[in-house]
């Protein structure tokens, strides 16, 4: 058996992919039991994070494995396995375990050196546990990874390196202040108490915000979480708890908001947010990201024509009869007619060739506007089409082009409500990004801000330390697969010593205690030193890459009984069992 995982992260694919494949905590315990029930896997475990969905698992054959796994991660997640595919990733045997003990040391994490990874890793363990999905490998995985993980962050710097999300978060909302002056006597809004909320509650009370209002769907969660904020002594903050329902209210009395649900569906709609700020909403889309504009690469054009593309435009301009996609009015200015690019920005392609069709057709004005006094070129204006008909066949739209006058645009307001989304799939509609007075800072937007962070000379011995760790498991794992191997050749050795002494017992009846346990003792030494040197050397080449075979080659030369092995497998397999039900605590 070999260890195989498939997954996807904000490392794999974008936050839109990673949104809709996020699995809740049904869907995961599903998945784990429906791939243990597939032929190619034995052991199943499932580690979802918000910027992460990955199945590790026990398999028998690869190809196979790799085929089922990505099979179920599909039907579970509800994206189709033709998308999901260019996403995923897959880890084999050695480069399955660098990945996961990476992944608990933080360097792979969307902000790199943070420790929540390891929780979450728990509580993979833990789930696959109580399912009896995780088997000996899975379960000296998990834990060594843990192991690993908190190796690197007491040996090293890693911590200097990162930091959690909701840290992370907050200095974006901060936009460069100090984070305990920039929360300092703010109300903050929290929705949710799973851990990861719990941390954001317990981050901001730190940080020195003045009060901390719970929602969750869970009353009594909620309620626990205030009063351990309550009762902090480091802590001046006042926590209380509220209904879900109650959310829309206090959204008009908070300045900061920190969601992470567990919801499929919107839990902030633009429109809630937008009441409760009483803002204005931005046309274009500012607030996206540094130097958004209207048309620019911050924000993606409009596609296709009536009242979407009539927003931005200007009013009072003259139309187009009978054009059959009913194009908004617009100005006619000197190179930029409604016939040509102005009325086709952001279509697409299909559009283009009906609107073609039309201005083939339509009669043409014959000047541009009073301020041109210029007549308009058919010619040109037909091989001005023609280049957009190009450009739409090969992006799949017509970019928007601006005019050539200078766009003057009102001033974005200082924000009056900030709002953290740490959910997967979003709690908070990214139309928020363009109410005034509102900044949201999402998943999406800390991918983006992360990939900027400095790195810490520390993370080389976090790798170091995982290509260390990664060596001696593969050894040890290894090593473990001869054992029983080992044992049942023993075993055997001392069943041949027991029935020829039994044998000699019956031959000399006469013989004396003394004597039949000296020369008991005798032949076991025998046997002993026999077996000793090729166990102890076969167990050092097993460990070696490549040294699976020697199990086979012991097995054979000794005419092992193979039953004999696998009770030997599952009898330790039982106990280890035993004690991780026993020892279950904290890891």
């Known amino acids: 058996m070999s260890l195989l995982v498939v997954g996807l992260s904000h490392r794999s694919a974008p936050v839109s992919v990673l949104e809709r494949a996020a699995l809740n905590a049904d869907a995961q315990v599903k998945l784990v039991q429906d791939t243990v029930a597939a032929e190619p896997a034995t052991e199943a475990a499932v580690l979802a994070t918000c910027n992460r969905i990955e199945l590790y698992a026990d398999v028998d054959k690869f190809h196979a494995g790799v085929a089922e796994l990505s099979t179920l991660l599909a039907q579970h997640s509800g994206v189709g396995l033709d998308e999901l595919t260019p996403y995923l990733y897959v880890h084999y045997e050695d ?45 000296d995985l998990f834990q060594q990874a843990l192991r690993v993980g908190k190796r690197a962050h007491s040996e090293t710097g890693i911590d200097r390196a990162g930091q959690s999300l909701v840290t992370f978060g907050l200095e974006q909302l901060a936009a460069g202040a100090d984070v305990q002056a920039w929360a300092s006597g703010k109300k903050a809004l929290v929705i949710g108490a799973g851990s990861m909320s719990s941390l954001a509650a317990a981050t901001l009370a730190r940080a020195g915000v003045a009060e901390i209002v719970i929602a969750n769907r869970t009353g009594e969660r909620a309620e626990r979480l205030a009063a351990i904020l309550n009762e902090g002594a480091a802590q001046d903050v006042l926590a209380r708890a509220v209904p879900m329902d109650a959310v829309s209210g206090e959204l008009t009395r908070a300045d900061v908001v920190v969601s992470c649900t567990g919801a499929t569906g919107l839990v902030l709609t633009a429109e809630a947010v937008a009441a409760a700020v009483g803002g204005p909403v931005l046309e274009g889309g500012a607030g996206q990201g540094a130097g958004a504009q209207p048309g620019g690469d911050g924000v993606p054009p409009l596609r296709g024509s009536g009242a979407a593309l009539a927003a ?25 007619s409604v016939l040509g690019e102005g009325a086709v920005a952001g279509m697409a392609a299909a559009d283009l060739e009906q609107h073609a069709a039309w201005v083939d057709n339509a009669p043409r004005p014959q000047t541009s506007g009073p301020a041109s006094g210029t007549v308009l070129d058919p010619a040109q204006e037909a091989e001005a089409i023609a280049a957009l008909a190009a450009l739409a066949g090969t992006v799949g739209r017509i970019p928007e082009r601006r005019k050539a006058e200078p766009v003057v645009e009102a001033p974005r307001p200082a924000p009056v409500l ?170």
């Open 312 to 336: 931005r435009l200007p009013a009072g301009s003259a139309g187009d009869e009978n054009c059959p996609l009913d194009l908004p009015p617009m100005q006619a200015t000197a190179g930029f």
């Open 418 to 587: 900030f709002l953290l989304d740490l959910a997967m799939p979003r709690d908070i509609d990214a139309a928020v990004h363009r109410l005034a007075g509102v900044r949201l800072v999402d998943i999406e937007s800390l991918a983006e801000a992360s990939a900027d962070a400095p790195m810490a000379a520390d993370v080389d011995q976090v790798r170091r330390i995982v290509a260390d760790e990664v060596a001696a498991f593969g050894a040890a794992l290894r090593a473990a697969h001869i054992t029983p191997t080992v044992v049942a050749l023993r075993t055997m050795a001392a069943d041949v010593v027991a029935s020829e002494i039994a044998r000699l017992e019956g031959r000399l009846p006469a013989l004396d205690d003394k004597h039949r346990s000296e020369i008991t003792q005798t032949v076991k030494r025998v046997v002993d030193k026999l077996l000793h040197a090729p166990t102890v050397r076969v167990k050092q080449l097993a460990a070696e890459p490549g040294g699976a075979g020697y199990a086979d080659a012991l097995r054979t030369l000794f005419d092992l009984d193979q039953e004999a092995v696998a009770a030997v497998s599952r009898a330790e397999g039982a106990d280890d069992e035993s004690e991780n039900s026993k020892n279950r605590g904290p890891a």
């Open 95 to 139: 480069r399955a375990v660098h990945h996961l003990f990476s992944v608990a040391c933080g360097l792979d994490s969307m902000v790199v050196g943070e420790g929540q990874i390891l929780g979450q890793i728990k509580d993979s363990l833990a789930r696959a546990q109580d399912l009896h999905s995780a088997g000996r490998l899975l379960n």
